[in-house]
């Protein structure tokens, strides 16, 4: 995620990126609490039961349509579902906080309802990873594998923001004056400027973060595949502010105290795996779309070992 300020992450949408956008004709609605949610719905040719249907959880405030490149090729022989949360696109506004609990029972309701029944590859890109993590602790036995592409770091503890900082050489000191007061002013500035889309999706990641991610952790990994696809380029438009630091090799620092983490979650599983894009940007699915791809479809392919090694099949 590439932000403002490292210590304070916070997704940034993608009509703030400017993220090419697609568009899918066959795009259809559903109804969820008498509230119309966007969908998008490919390859029922391959609905097959015990078969994974790959289910798409987007970034934060963004649109399905950068996974277009994605969906094309893997509904070739997978069933895939794919959606805008609500506010998004034309997604009707709920008025309900999108919180993991939320989101993660809404998914499920239009996924059953439409016939696409678990198991599930879950691929989330930035903030959709709490969600598809959430997804996983509340319905385990329904996850066929979990892909986070350069996803919100779920590992992180109180603590581990100002890692970076004392590893370039801040004082903790220095460390507190940086972004105290500055952090207040630029969130102030963003709810008050940012669409309410963005800003209530901003709120859950805030509390989040300020519970350790709790809700989406409570439950330990499944032994299923699960990927990590980390971005290593460097953003080609950063900010211009200046710092007290090296800002490309702040980044690299953060990108390696990260990768520790989520290779540390990965270690206790068969199947984890973990791609490092070094020349892509945090929209891996659009920057570097035949990474995502073959993610997945290994992701399916230790799924199906992982079914043949279980006895009396």
Same mark, same amino acid.
């Not at 609500?86 to 016939?115: A, F």
């Not at 329904?142 to 970076?164: N, R, Y």
């Not at 800003?199 to 990927?227: A, G, M, N, R, Y």
């Given at each position: ?20 956008? +697609?568009s899918f004709a066959q795009k259809e609605f559903i109804s ?8 998008? $719905? ?31 090729? %893997? ?12 506010? $998004? ?11 993991? /609990? ?28 709490? +969600? ?23 590992? !992180?503890? &109180? ?8 590893? $370039?050489?801040? *004082? ?8 105290? !007061?500055? +952090?207040?002013?630029?969130?102030? &500035? ?9 800003? /209530? ?17 409570? *439950? ?5 595949? %699960? ?15 200046? *710092? ?58 230790? +799924?199906?070992?992982?079914? !043949? ?5």
């Amino acid at each position: 995620m590439k932000n403002v300020m490292y210590r304070f992450v916070i997704p940034v949408a993608a009509i703030v990126l400017g993220i090419s956008s +697609y568009s899918f004709a066959q795009k259809e609605f559903i109804s969820v609490s008498g509230k119309k949610i966007e969908i998008f $719905i490919s390859g029922m040719d391959n609905n097959r039961q015990d078969k994974p249907v790959i289910v798409f959880e987007n970034g934060m405030a963004s649109k399905l349509d950068g996974w277009k490149t994605v969906i094309d090729e %893997v509904s070739k022989t997978s069933a895939v579902f794919s959606y805008n949360r609500p506010r $998004i696109g034309e997604s009707e506004n709920d008025s309900l906080p999108p919180t993991t /609990e939320h989101i993660v029972n809404n998914l499920r309701k239009m996924l059953l309802e439409k016939g696409l029944n678990p198991p599930y590859l879950l691929v989330s890109h930035s903030f959709g990873g709490a +969600y598809i993590r959430s997804f996983a602790s509340y319905y385990p036995a329904e996850i066929a594998g979990l892909v986070f592409v350069d996803p919100i770091d779920f590992t !992180k503890k &109180k603590g581990d923001g100002d890692l970076p900082y004392l590893e $370039i050489g801040l *004082t903790q000191h220095q460390i507190d004056s940086m972004f105290a !007061k500055p +952090y207040a002013k630029f969130k102030e &500035k963003l709810y008050a400027e940012m669409p309410n889309f963005y800003v /209530e999706e901003v709120k859950i990641s805030s509390q989040l973060t300020k519970t350790e991610f709790e809700e989406c952790v409570h *439950t330990p990994l499944p032994d299923v595949p %699960v990927h990590f696809i980390m971005a290593g380029g460097y953003p080609k438009n950063p900010e211009n502010r200046p *710092t007290l630091y090296d800002k490309v090799k702040m980044f690299r620092i953060d990108n390696n105290l990260k990768m520790k983490r989520w290779i540390a979650l990965l270690d206790p599983l068969k199947y984890g795996k973990f791609f490092y894009c070094s020349n892509s940007g945090h929209s891996i699915q659009t920057d570097d779309p035949e990474t995502v791809i073959t993610s997945i479809k290994l992701a399916l392919n230790d +799924y199906d070992r992982i079914q !043949k090694e279980k006895p009396n099949r």
